[in-house]
């Protein structure tokens, strides 16, 4: 079942500015994306996904 930003982010056991350094983003933008107030681009989504250790398929990236 897939989870949030958030919850891939804390089970990793990252800061938004910790996951915002290693993509090369802002914290605001990382809390953005947690908020689904934006969306990522696939390129980023793909570093995040990696930064978390998960599967790109196993976060909710956008509410629709």
Known sequence: MPISIKAARVNAGLTQ????????????TIASYEAYATVPDIKT????????????????????
């Open 45 to 64: 989504a793909q570093a995040m996904a990696e930064v978390f250790g998960m599967s790109i398929d196993d976060i909710v990236w956008s509410q629709d």
């Open 17 to 28: 500015t910790e996951v915002a350094e290693r993509v090369n983003k802002t914290k605001n």
